[in-house]
Nanobody
């Protein structure tokens, strides 16, 4: 089992930045990929960033150039740096880890509003 705890969400003005953190514990040796997803009210959960154990990253066009995913293996933590935030980025952001299974954090709210 893997446990994930997100932090770093909050309220930010359009054009601002936030950094989300995802701390992993438990059977972390089994993790080979991590990702960040988001879900806005009335919408499906969507992928916003993905990183493999080898460091390869992937982003949808909607966040490419603005969001950056990274991981610190020594701290068992993944990060999502979000710059140039827009109101449409408002959502609950979830961390996901894939290993022996697929694991999810509890989510952290990000609100972009003036």
């Amino acid at each position: 089992q893997v446990q994930l705890v997100e932090s770093g969400g909050g309220l930010v003005q359009p054009g601002g930045s936030l950094r989300l953190s995802c701390a992993a514990s438990g059977s972390i040796f089994s993790i080979y990929a991590m990702g960040w997803y988001r879900q806005a009210p009335g919408k499906q959960r969507e992928l916003v960033a993905h990183i493999t154990s080898g460091g390869s990253t992937n982003y949808p066009d909607s966040v490419k150039g603005r969001f950056t995913i990274s991981r610190d293996n020594a701290k068992n933590t993944a990060y999502l740096q979000m710059n140039s935030l827009k109101p449409e980025d408002t959502a609950v952001y979830y961390c996901n880890a894939v290993g022996s299974g697929s694991y999810w954090g509890q989510g952290t709210q990000v609100t972009v509003s003036s």
